[in-house]
């Protein structure tokens, strides 16, 4: 089983070189094989300037084996090519942009699977912003003012990214959507991972970490892992 590494935005600068050296040291090393993934970034037709911004980066931080996948939409998401390419990743990183369009583009697909994949067999699974949202049980879709199905790798969780600019102003209306269940606020050039002590998260980066459970909150500083076993099953209400 490998690492989750969840970024709350502003990815490839500044203090993400801390998260990401983390997941880079993790993963086996600047020679592992790195997978970009721009979906997100693909229904503006960003992808192909977001995915190569994403490699340098990399290259930056000391890594020899960074690519692209051409992963922008769900025939691509089926590409036995791309699948495999998952496959044989020790690290493969989630951009951010169009939450929606990538969880329904990832949803029960080959390159899906793949990712799982390589994760049972010790690659790191990374994520930055939409990137980071769409690993959780379930996601926010401002656009339709919803809670939808993400791809399930964290049980009873949803990620709110940018949480010290945009992102804190979800709070109040996810707190209604979800019950029994755990937001996550990450801020921007700060990342969680599960490296600690028994499987606990800890925070990597400029910001901090706010937890909201209920009617409480916690506002966390790196250094002191925490936890994320609520064991509560979300409950869901869209209305």
């Not at 691509?76 to 990183?93: G, M, R, T, W």
């Not at 697909?109 to 049972?120: R, V």
């Not at 209604?176 to 937001?183: D, N, S």
Request: net charge negative; hydrophobic share 40%; charged share 15%.
């Amino acid at each position: 089983m490998g690492y989750i590494l969840l970024e709350g935005g502003a990815e490839f600068g500044g203090d993400m070189a801390i998260p990401d050296r983390r997941a880079l040291e993790l993963a086996g090393g600047p020679n592992v094989r790195i997978s970009i993934i721009p979906t997100a970034a693909a229904p503006d037709n960003n992808h192909h300037r977001a995915g190569q911004n994403g490699v340098v980066w990399f290259q930056s931080l000391g890594a020899t084996n960074v690519v692209v996948l051409p992963l922008i939409d769900q025939t691509s998401a089926n590409d036995p090519e791309v699948a495999a390419a998952l496959n044989k990743s020790q690290l493969i990183y989630m951009l951010g942009g169009f939450t929606h369009y990538l969880g329904q583009t990832l949803l029960k697909s080959a390159a899906w699977q793949a990712m799982l994949n390589a994760f049972n067999a010790g690659a790191i699974i990374a994520g930055s912003s939409a990137g980071a949202m769409v690993l959780c049980e379930y996601y926010y879709h401002p656009a339709a003012d919803e809670v939808v199905e993400g791809l399930g790798l964290i049980d009873g969780a949803c990620i709110i990214p940018h949480f010290n600019t945009f992102g804190k102003s979800w709070v109040k209306r996810l707190t209604r959507l979800l019950h029994k269940t755990v937001l996550i606020g990450i801020d921007e050039e700060t990342g969680i991972l599960n490296d600690g002590p028994h499987g606990m998260w800890q925070i990597y980066g400029k910001g901090d970490v706010t937890l909201h459970h209920g009617q409480t909150s916690q506002r966390l500083t790196s250094g002191k892992p925490f936890d994320l076993s609520y064991h509560s099953k979300p409950i869901i209400n869209n209305e």
